[in-house]
Structure formats: C-alpha cells, structure tokens
C-alpha cells in the first residue's frame, strides 16, 4: 500500500516538473498546459492575427475581458495574460515587495483643461459631467467624438456640445478627414485637393465659423500607433491638404493638432509647414507619440507657434514598460521634467480616448500624481489649464 501511495506521488511529481519545464521551453500541449502559456492564450483567441485578443475575440464576459486588459485598451496581450497569471508583476506595483504604490495626489483645487479627449460611444454627457466635477476638469475635447455609422462624431459632437455648453471644446477636421480615407482610401488625402476634399475642408470651414475651437485631431503619420486600420497612414506632413488646414488655423486663429509620429521625413515636413505662416498655431498631439525630449526641445526652440499635449504617454493607457512613456502614476521622467520647466508655456494634457469609465477614471488620477504634482506649482497651473485657455480661447 505504502508503495503504491509513493509511486503515485512520484509520478505527480514527475508529472509536474516535465510541464513546468515544457512550458518554460515552450513546448505546448493542450487542455490546462497551454491555459497557463500567455502567447498560445492570444493565438487560440487571435481570429485575425494581430497578436493580441480584443473583446470580439473573447469567448467570455466583458467583465473578465476588462479585469484581464490592465491597460485598458481594448485589447489583451501576452503580457497582461503573464500579468493575470503571476509571471509578471503589476504595473501598479513596485518592482520590489509588491507593494502598491502611494504618491502624492497633486493640487485638487487646480482645475484641468483637457484638450485631447474623444467622446466615446459607452459615454454619456451625465456620466462625463459627473467624472469632469470629480475630477476639477473644467474643460474637455478639442479632437472630435469618436462616432460610427448612426451615430456619427459630428453628431456626438453637436450632442456634448448642447450639454456642456462652453465646457466641451468643439473640433472639427478629424471626423471629417477620417471618413474620406475609410470611404474612397488613403490615397484621397495625397495629391491635389479634388472635389470630395473640397468639400470636406468647406464643411471645417463652415464649423470653425459656427464656433468650432480646433482643427483635428488630423492623422498624419500613424503606422504604428494607430488603433483602427484605416487610420495608419504616412502623409506628407506639408501636402495640400496640411497646407489647406493649415490655412484654416490661421484664418479662424485656432490650433491644429496632429498625430504624427516623429520620423526624420515627417520632422522636416512638418518644420517647412510651421514655419511657412507664423500666424498658424500647431499642437503636437501626444507630443509627437515616439518623441523624445530632445527632439521636442529643438521643435520648441526653432518653433514659437508650436505646442505639445502630453496625452497618451502613460500607464495604463500605453504599457507600463513602453520606453516612450513620459510619467506614470507617481514618477515624471526628469528629462521630460526639465524640459517642462523650461517651456512651462508649451504645454497640455489630455486624456484622449478610453474603453472604460475605470479607465478614465485612472488617466485622470494619473495626470495629477504623476504629471502635475511633479512639477512646480507655477508650471502645474499652466499645464493643466492657463495654456489650454490661452491657445484654445476657452469661456467659463
């Protein structure tokens, strides 16, 4: 009997160690093995390849879809199945003991100015007039809603617009722009101003002078931190059409904000459309998305009528691990410090677009803890709102 009991030991623990060796070399089998392997978790869930599961893809409920995607991006990767699973640590934890992070919440009684913010389908104005009033964020948008087929971005936008009244800072360009490229392609927005392009930059026209406080958020160079297909794209940064709307910013004395990652070619590009009409005014959507303070730097230098908002550039709306990330939760990068301080009047923030009211919720915390409560009380004040109002001509 004894033996019999040992022998069975032995084999489960044999057992054990061949699929904790497996699975470290990668070797995959099937039922509970692979359950535990973060990359074979997406590729059985992975319908169109794209290496990460998003919540079409999930079998499951919505819930345990948003409890897995810690960065809340509407998707889960391998990492945040490692995450879950206990392989990697939290990115709210600090790397050594696990403990969570506590930091100083930043000046409450300073309101935000938030000028990179899509209105999201899942949204409600009550909802958002209730987070804005939690939050001290006494102004948001200035890059369109996020719409689709029946309920357009326009149409979100003239929704907003009717129930925050001078809160909500109306754009228009982006919407307009994006539909023309989802309808005919890309290739509509190089090239020479057509008809279908006309008419579409006629529409901003007429909305700048209905009200409308901003031209975009118009994508420019989006290869590779564009979320939806149809928006990556490479355009020249000085082509007709940026030149068409860069006249408009001048004409309607309002910013124009783009997305564009900060490539050689597209640097240069944009540099020659700058600096072609000094009455423009240009803001570096999540300040340029790969840049680094270097770079901006010598923008900021060469360029008095270019600004940058720091949307997009932390936990837990990109990786915790992402290097082109500027603060989280507690921590500024001192360089990104430093180059704040320097230009305390060239920045913004922004919360952009989330896939959650969780989500929202902690972009928001963050852009206190981590951004403005690092920085000295006179440049926190200009960031989070007196350059907002300034550029974007803001009313209480």
Not at 216 to 230: C, D, F, M, R
């Amino acid at each position: 009997l004894f033996r019999s009991r040992g022998m069975k030991m032995y084999k489960k623990s044999m057992i054990n160690l061949l699929v904790s060796l497996a699975v470290g070399l990668g070797i995959v089998f099937s039922s509970s093995v692979w359950a535990k392997n973060p990359e074979m978790a997406v590729k059985k869930k992975d319908r169109n390849g794209d290496g990460k599961v998003s919540l079409d893809e999930w079998p499951k409920s919505e819930f345990i879809f948003n409890k897995i995607d810690f960065n809340g991006d509407g998707f889960i990767t391998a990492n945040e199945f490692a995450i879950k699973w206990g392989m990697l640590p939290a990115p709210s934890q600090v790397a050594q003991g696990g403990e969570t992070e506590t930091c100083s919440a930043g000046n409450q009684d300073t309101p935000v100015a938030d000028v990179h913010f899509h209105a999201m389908l899942y949204m409600t104005p009550y909802e958002l007039k209730k987070r804005m009033k939690k939050f001290n964020i006494q102004w948001i948008g200035g890059v369109g809603a996020a719409g689709k087929r029946g309920r357009t971005g326009p149409q979100l936008d003239q929704q907003y617009l009717s129930a925050l009244g001078n809160k909500y800072v109306w754009a228009a360009g982006q919407n307009e722009i994006n539909y023309l490229a989802k309808k005919n392609g890309t290739s509509i927005l190089e090239g020479n101003i057509g008809y279908s392009l006309q008419s579409a930059l006629d529409q901003i026209d007429r909305r700048l002078s209905n009200g409308a406080k901003a031209i975009g958020e118009i994508h420019v160079n989006t290869t590779n931190s564009a979320p939806i297909e149809y928006l990556r794209r490479r355009l020249i940064a000085d082509s007709p059409l940026m030149q068409s709307l860069w006249g408009l910013s001048v004409k309607h004395d309002v910013p124009m904000i783009v997305h564009m990652e900060f490539d050689d070619d597209s640097a240069e590009e944009l540099q020659s459309l700058v600096e072609s009409d000094r009455d423009g005014t240009m803001v570096l959507g999540h300040c340029g998305k790969n840049t680094s303070p270097d770079q901006i730097r010598t923008l900021l230098e060469a360029n008095d009528n270019v600004y940058c908002n720091l949307a997009f550039r932390s936990p837990p709306q990109s990786s915790a691990y992402d290097p082109n990330n500027i603060y989280d939760s507690c921590t500024l990068k001192s360089e990104w410090k430093d180059l704040i301080e320097d230009h305390p009047d060239r920045f913004m923030v922004g919360i952009d677009d989330t896939h959650s009211w969780e989500t929202f919720d902690k972009v928001a915390e963050n852009i206190r803890s981590g951004l403005l409560a690092n920085l000295s009380n006179r440049t926190a004040e200009k960031v989070a709102y007196k350059n907002a109002v300034r550029i974007y001509n803001l009313e209480n």
